[in-house]
DNA sequence: ATGACTAGGTCACCTAGA
């Protein structure tokens, strides 16, 4: 099973990249952030063409998740309030569609779109701080589930030095300051795994550049795109990317689609 | 230095992204 992540940066503006990469890369399950569109104008059809369900959680402009799949979403959930019906922070912060969910194949795919924060100084950052603190209360009602489970999507944090191509101008900084990073480290816990980090340990591996100054001709980007997965998948995975070409489109998204490949579920044998 | 690109919407400048 094939497992992947995109910030598409609109959907409507990257059918025709959305369209290629699907069927070039075949994820079985894909979570889209940014797709900018509120749910009655969400493109459906070409995705049912290329053999796709969507779950979706929208709105006009802004943020916007997304799950897309070939096998059978079951058991959709939308927003932090789902696992948190009495909590006023979920309720609040499910104003932006940051949050979606789905069961596939015996897998809770938790698919996010984590708030850019802007600047250390601004509101926007004390609601990225937030979120993730929320996000942690989330996760600890999901750990009682009992479900194999992968949570990806934008982080939009590097969180270690070799994340970023810059650490010496950008460490502290907005996605690479002390404070966010601890509160995601408290969300991945003892349990969950960064995908990507099992097979690469190296420095130089970049999931979003920036479309400004010559980012991407210069390679300097960074890694804040992620998988995490529980000890289950763990012992399941054989591999993951980053599918960097799909930035050197033409008209691309500013981030490069990642993925993680699983072994499928054997059937246990049973010799008696 | 706080810029550079890209997208959506109120539409030719603004907000937001990261």
Not at 155 to 175: C, S
């Amino acid at each position: 099973m094939r497992i992947a992540s995109w910030n598409v940066n609109s959907i409507r503006s990257r059918e025709t990249h959305l369209q290629r990469w699907l069927q070039m890369a075949q994820p079985d399950v894909l979570g889209l952030q940014e797709t900018k569109v509120e749910d009655a104008m969400f493109p459906h059809e070409f995705l049912e063409k290329a053999g796709y369900t969507a779950a979706i959680s929208g709105q006009k402009s802004y943020n916007g998740v997304a799950l897309l799949s070939r096998l059978p979403l079951e058991d959709v959930r939308i927003g932090f309030e789902a696992l948190l019906p009495s909590d006023q922070t979920a309720k609040e912060l499910g104003e932006q569609k940051r949050v979606i969910s789905a069961s596939v194949a015996g897998v809770r795919v938790l698919n996010l779109y984590v708030p850019n924060g802007s600047d250390l100084k601004s509101d926007k950052y004390k609601y990225k701080l937030a979120w993730l603190n929320c996000l942690n209360r989330y996760l600890n009602v999901q750990r009682q589930q009992g479900e194999a489970f992968c949570m990806l999507g934008d982080f939009n944090i590097a969180l270690e030095d070799i994340d970023l191509a810059n650490p010496g101008r950008n460490n502290g900084g907005i996605m690479a300051s002390l404070p966010e990073r601890e509160a995601l480290r408290g969300c991945i816990g003892n349990d969950l795994q960064d995908a990507f980090r099992l097979f690469e340990p190296e420095v130089g591996h970049w999931s979003w550049w920036d479309y400004r100054s010559g980012a991407w001709d210069r390679d300097q980007g960074w890694r804040i795109d992620h998988i995490y997965i529980d000890e289950e998948l763990q012992q399941r995975a054989l591999s993951s990317m980053i599918h960097k070409a799909e930035r050197g489109e033409l008209k691309p998204s500013d981030h490069a689609p990642i993925s993680l490949d699983l072994f499928d579920e054997v059937a246990e044998e049973n010799d008696d």
